[in-house]
């Protein structure tokens, strides 16, 4: 299954331990990154070197992994809009949008994994 757009363009994140895509639809920036391969911490590493990037809201971020990343979603819940969706594979689909006021309160700086 492919879920990266055929103009999508291999970017360099840092911190990053994974490959981040970058594409845009509808006037919006998409960056996305796949850990469903990956165990702890490697999905919080990349997700949070990915968060960094999102700094509006003409700017998401894409996580495919192999599960719900629940030690995650405690740490930014409330610092961001997340769509949640359950591929048909098994794998999770996470969609994170920025949110004025409270995604500039995210704590970035740690990345560890607590969950």
């Known amino acids: 299954m492919e ?12 911190g990053a331990s994974t490959d ?6 509808d006037g919006v920036t998409y960056y996305q990154f ?3 391969t990956m ?3 490697e999905p919080m590493v990349n997700a949070v ?3 960094k990037l999102i700094d509006g ?4 971020l894409v996580m495919i992994n192999h599960k719900k990343p629940m030690g995650l979603l405690d740490k930014v819940g409330e610092n961001y ?3 949640t969706e359950k591929l048909d594979d098994g794998r999770v689909k996470l969609l994170f949008s ?14 560890s994994c607590h969950g």
């Not at 879920?3 to 840092?14: G, M, T």
């Not at 981040?20 to 639809?25: A, D, L, N, P, Q």
């Not at 809201?57 to 998401?60: G, T, V, Y």
């Not at 500039?104 to 990345?111: M, T």
Request: hydrophobic share 25%; aromatic share 8%.
């Open 34 to 36: 796949d850990t469903s």
């Open 81 to 83: 809009e997340i769509e």
């Open 20 to 25: 981040f895509y970058e594409y845009r639809k």
């Open 49 to 51: 070197s990915g968060l």
């Open 3 to 14: 879920l990266l757009p055929e103009d999508a363009k291999k970017i360099d994140v840092p």
């Open 98 to 111: 920025y949110k004025s006021g409270e995604s500039e309160k995210a704590d970035l700086a740690d990345a």
């Open 57 to 60: 809201p003409d700017k998401k």
């Open 39 to 41: 165990g702890p911490p």
